[in-house]
């Protein structure tokens, strides 16, 4: 039974005891973020603030996935494994081989209709369709932590249209408030969003066979360090955004924002999916329902027609504006850095909407659950290009992209570094800091078994693989903002194929015969 929307969803929470209401007054500036940091750093429920400081009546919603059991709930099922064995089965799937197994496909083929999104001629994000007179002031939207930049969007579903494809992609990009009217867009040069803008780009300038110097790097910073700071400066100076010349082509490109919608679809939007994956897609198959969509008021795209919130606008081709800084996942601030701006040119609502927000900051937080269910579901899909990987943990202080952890079954020389290689060539893995491979025998999720024979086994400077290439936007401490080195650690066990040719000790393990012995006399012992 899907969720039909946010409200929907709520209630479950409230019936499964996960949901506090708080009706004391409070302020959308720091305050929420102390009390929603206070309250998942002790594993405790959902909030709806239902008295918001400047916001009379608006109610918002924080840490909705901020547990296995809320993430579990709002996913629909027992346990994530549930939904990475569905993926199995798809994936299972052989040619038939006669009528009979055709037969027994019939149930898959019919569940997959249910995944994929339907447009309706309208729905509950229309009640309120403000095209004239409207602003983002209007919304309980957080400033999170006191150095950052202002108030931030941070959990929106940004939906934008590859241009040459037509394909949609929905993507969460925290949005930086301006004014009323104008935001900050804060996808990341190697998110799908930041593509499809780039496409803009290319269709701007068909004819020139590339694109230009500034165009080219990521959407681009102008070239050079000196430039960049003299425009930053620029933009600071005049308080305001900075028209690039000359070096890119103008035009704009769509922006739809969803927020506020089903667990599902929310979801969907933070999933490294492949980039011609359609997110609602995803949702529909996330949900086994289909995600209903309407059309925008003023912009050529689709949102969820449930959603409590709709931004619609577009991003200039030749406008940068400084960003940030923001207190970010990483537990420190994420720097100011040019983005593209948003210029809203309508907003429509629910009566009443709920706005749905997340803070991040030191881990753990709510993203960490949300995190953590992306390395189950994705697990299987890793395996089918990397099927030696038996198992995978992202330590939550990790932050996802400093620290993974995979234990594979070696069967060659060099797999290990092999495996590495794979994981910095898929998808947002290629984020991936430090990698730990080790053998099957070592349990990825226990810290403390990787930690034992992990550092056991490995002569650093032979087992240490550095390479270079990109590196997550938040990283601050590499050489380069989105450009620099990481690091695989070869933990397996050496071979003499590999030229060890040392003997390797057994693991210490005691014989069954005087465990059972032990076992039976421990009462005996005086132990309980
Ligand atoms: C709470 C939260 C905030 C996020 N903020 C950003 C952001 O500001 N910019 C960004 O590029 N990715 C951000 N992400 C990560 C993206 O949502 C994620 O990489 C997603 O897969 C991007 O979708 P895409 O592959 O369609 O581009 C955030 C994730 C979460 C959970
Ligand atoms: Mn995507």
């Known amino acids: 039974m899907a969720y039909d929307d946010l409200r929907a969803w709520i209630a479950t929470l409230d019936r499964a005891g996960e949901l506090k209401k708080i009706s004391a007054e409070v302020d959308p500036i720091l305050e929420i973020t102390e009390i929603a940091d206070r309250v998942s750093k002790c594993g405790g429920p959902a909030l709806v603030f239902q008295n918001i400081k400047g916001h009379p009546g608006a109610q918002a919603l924080i840490n909705q996935f901020g547990s296995a059991r809320r993430m579990n709930l709002a996913l629909e099922v027992n346990s994530l494994d549930e939904i990475a064995n569905r993926i199995r089965q798809f994936m299972d799937v052989k040619s038939p081989q006669g009528f009979l197994d055709k037969v027994k496909m019939l149930p898959m ?7 994929f999104p339907k447009t309706v001629s309208t729905g509950p994000c229309k009640e309120v369709i403000r095209c004239d007179n409207f602003s983002l002031d209007d919304f309980p939207i957080l400033k999170c932590w006191p150095k950052d930049a202002g108030r931030f969007i941070t959990l929106p579903c ?15 990009y925290r949005i930086q408030v301006y004014d009323g009217q104008t935001a900050g867009m804060h996808w990341q040069r190697q ?6 803008y780039r496409e803009r780009m290319r269709a701007a300038v068909s004819g020139t066979p590339t694109l230009p110097q500034n165009a080219r790097e990521g959407w681009g910073t102008p070239a050079g360090r000196d430039t960049r700071a003299a425009v930053d400066i620029m933009a600071r100076s005049s308080g305001g955004s900075v028209l690039i010349e000359g070096d890119r082509p103008s035009g704009k490109m769509e922006v739809a924002v969803a927020i506020g919608t089903d667990p599902a679809i929310t979801f969907s939007a933070i999933v490294p999916a492949p ?29 969820p027609a449930t959603s409590e919130i709709v931004l619609e606008g577009h991003v200039h081709l030749d406008e940068l504006r400084t960003e940030g800084p923001f207190g970010d996942h990483t537990g420190f601030y994420s720097l100011e850095d040019l983005y593209p701006v948003f210029h809203l040119s309508c907003i429509t609502h629910r009566k009443d909407p709920i ?41 939550i202080e990790g932050v ?18 092999k495996v590495m290689n794979a994981v910095w060539s898929l998808g947002q893995a290629m984020f991936t800091k430090c990698i730990v491979v080790v053998d099957e025998d070592v349990d990825v999720q226990d810290i403390a078994d990787v930690t034992l024979k992990a550092l056991n086994h490995i002569d650093p400077e032979r087992d240490i693989q550095f390479t270079l290439g990109p590196v997550d936007s938040l990283d601050h401490a590499s050489r380069l903002p989105n450009y620099g080195s990481k690091m695989g650690i070869d933990a397996t066990r050496k071979w003499p194929s ?21 076992d039976k006399k421990w009462k005996e012992l005086g132990f309980e």
Not at 500 to 508: A, G
């Open 158 to 172: 940004v939906v934008t249209r590859d241009p040459s494809t037509g394909k949609r992609n929905v993507g969460c």
């Open 355 to 395: 706005y749905s927000t997340t803070i991040v900051g030191k881990p753990p937080m709510e993203d960490a659950w949300m995190g953590k269910a992306v390395e189950r579901i994705f697990l299987p899909l890793m395996k089918l290009t990397i099927p030696e990987i038996v198992d995978i943990n992202l330590p």
């Open 400 to 417: 996802f992209h400093n620290l993974m952890i995979v234990s594979i079954k070696k069967s060659y020389p060099g797999q290990a570094r």
């Open 191 to 196: 998110k799908v969003a930041a593509e499809h």
């Open 498 to 518: 590999e030229g060890f040719n040392r003997p390797w000790p057994d693991e210490i393990l005691m014989d069954e015969k005087t465990k059972a012995l032990v």
């Open 109 to 115: 083929l019919a569940e997959m209709g249910k995944f």
């Open 275 to 303: 980039p011609d994956v359609e997110e609602y897609l995803i949702a529909g198959f996330l949900r086994q329902k289909p995600v209903e969509l309407v059309k925008c008021e003023t912009v050529d795209l689709e949102v």
